[in-house]
């Protein structure tokens, strides 16, 4: 049988209470087809470490990242998820997307990523990055949600990561319950519809998929986030799969506990 493929997506600064069917109906209809696990993130709930947590199963006093600036980090001696996948079976091909540089970006800080030169000269692993934090989550989680359909459709990786940041962006900026915040979730759920209709498309001629969404922290109503109040706190894990069954999660987990979770469901 083939083997499975596994597609994580990152939707920075999503509070899931506020993605509503009539908002976000793919990612919705991910929940009505899977399961969800919850997760508490801790204190500091900033993108930088908890992404680093959820994408490599370290601890902040692991990884050393406190903050966006990722001073301290020990990153490079923490594989994170595609490169645990690909070392576990080199025979594996991986994937990674992301607008912002510290997450795939080999010339900027972090990245939590590990660019794997050697893998990605050998077209084993393949690197989509650009700088929404200079030209704008809009236009550029557009070009990585493109690259990212195009990549899966044809070339179909075993393990990818793909990352979209505009609902955070606005969340910043005009706060979670406002128009914009609305606005861009239907926007980055788009997104997420069209990496869906690839992976569904790639299951059709019998591949087994595995989608898993999650995202770093939620947003106070009038934008922030950082502390641990309920709804900046709260995340979440929408996994649903084509092909294969679904092993079975607790109803709450750690955010240290995805990665380990999702290396275990590839075998």
């Known amino acids: 049988m083939d083997r499975l493929h596994v597609l994580v997506v990152g939707i920075d600064g999503l509070r899931f209470d506020l993605a509503t069917a009539e908002r976000a109906p793919h990612l919705r209809g991910l929940v009505a087809r899977g399961v969800t696990t919850w997760m508490t993130i801790p204190v500091p709930t900033i993108s ?7 994408l490599t199963g370290a601890t902040a006093a692991e990884h050393g990242i406190s903050d966006n ?3 301290g980090s020990r990153l490079a001696g923490i594989p994170d998820l595609l490169s ?8 594996r091909s991986t994937f990674a997307a992301a607008a912002w540089p510290p997450f795939v970006d080999p010339a900027g800080i972090g990245p939590v990523i590990h660019a794997r030169d050697e893998q990605r000269r050998a077209e084993r692993h393949r690197v989509i990055a650009r700088d929404g934090e200079t030209y704008g989550y809009r236009t550029e989680d557009a070009e990585i949600a493109a690259f990212s359909a195009a990549a899966l459709a044809g070339a179909g990786p075993d393990v990818s990561f793909v990352y979209f940041s505009g609902v955070d962006e606005a969340g910043h900026v005009y706060g979670a319950i406002s128009r914009q915040y609305v606005e861009a979730i239907s926007r980055t759920d ?26 770093d922290h939620g947003h106070l109503d009038g934008g922030g986030h950082g502390g641990g109040e309920p709804e ?5 894990v929408t996994r649903a799969a084509w092909n294969v069954e679904l092993d079975a999660w607790p109803d709450q ?5 995805l990665t380990p979770r999702l290396l275990a469901a590839l075998g």
Do not use: C, K, N, Q
């Open 253 to 257: 987990i750690e955010p240290t506990e």
């Open 84 to 91: 645990r996948a690909f070392f576990a079976d080199p025979t």
């Open 69 to 71: 600036t990722f001073v």
């Open 48 to 54: 930088g470490p908890v992404w680093a947590t959820l």
């Open 190 to 215: 788009a997104h997420l519809g069209r990496l869906l209709a690839a992976v569904a498309e790639r299951a059709r001629a019998g591949e087994r998929w595995l989608v898993a969404v999650t995202t």
């Open 232 to 236: 900046v706190a709260a995340s979440f």
